[in-house]
């Protein structure tokens, strides 16, 4: 099993939908969650945190269910401009420490 | 966040050559990392770089393939040794004020013939 695992999509949505994607991560004692966005042949960048309690940013809200662990990302009255591959990330204990562990990635396309 | 770039953004090299990457922050950095992203995938993490010290190598990753230095907390650099046409691929240094938020070069893209 993948440590973060997500449907790669793509996801092909109009102009001002709403869309949801999903992760799962394997280990229950992870602490952090973020999701990333990476635009084509670009660095990635971190879009947001996710917090226990969930969060909202705008149009974009992050969710965490840690009992089935789980986080979810919802884009709601999508843009064009939202088109990109979105990254979701687990810190995970390793072997030297802690690190950031990086999902496949769910690739949006958002058309007119 | 800090500005990060990287030399060089892409190359194409022969196999059997070895490669030198540079990462430059524009402010002191805690914590900086080097990833490797091959096409169609994700970013695995290669090493956390560390400053004074020898760089800290994740699991399938040696140091003798992929030498690291960081003489300062501004500055690392990642040398791809004895390449193969299998380490055609983008690598990336992030930096963090902490793990948990990284912030990530642009990439340098390396083609192995």
């Known amino acids: 099993r993948k440590e973060v695992e997500q449907d790669p999509g793509p996801f092909n949505v109009p102009e001002g939908a709403t869309v949801a994607f999903n992760c799962t991560y394997s280990?229950?004692?992870?602490?952090?969650f973020f999701w990333y966005r990476q635009d084509c042949r670009k660095e990635p960048k971190l879009l947001m945190s996710?917090?226990?309690s969930g969060n909202e940013d705008g149009r974009f809200t992050a969710q965490l269910n840690r009992a089935s662990q789980y986080i979810s990302l919802l884009i709601r009255d999508s843009k064009l401009s939202d088109s990109a591959t979105y990254l979701c990330?687990?810190?995970?204990?390793?072997?030297?420490?802690?690190?950031?562990?990086f999902g496949a990635g769910t690739i949006l396309r958002v058309k007119s | 966040s800090a500005v990060i770039s990287q030399k060089p953004s892409r190359d194409i090299c022969q196999r059997g050559t070895s490669l030198t990457i540079q990462c430059q922050v524009d402010?002191?950095?805690?914590?900086m990392f080097w990833y490797r992203q091959q096409p169609g995938q994700s970013l695995t993490l290669i090493a956390t770089a560390n400053q004074g010290s020898e760089a800290t190598y994740e699991s399938g990753f040696v140091i003798d393939k992929f030498p690291i230095s960081r003489p300062n907390l501004t500055f690392s650099t990642l040398t791809v040794s004895n390449m193969s046409p299998e380490d055609s691929s983008i690598y990336l240094c992030?930096?963090?004020?902490?793990?948990?938020?990284?912030?990530f070069g642009p990439g340098t893209r390396l083609t192995v013939t």
């Open positions: 402010s002191q950095v805690t914590m």
């Open positions: 280990n229950s004692a992870s602490q952090s």
């Open positions: 990330v687990v810190n995970m204990l390793g072997e030297y420490g802690n690190k950031l562990v």
């Open positions: 992030s930096v963090g004020r902490d793990l948990y938020e990284q912030y």
């Open positions: 996710v917090y226990s």
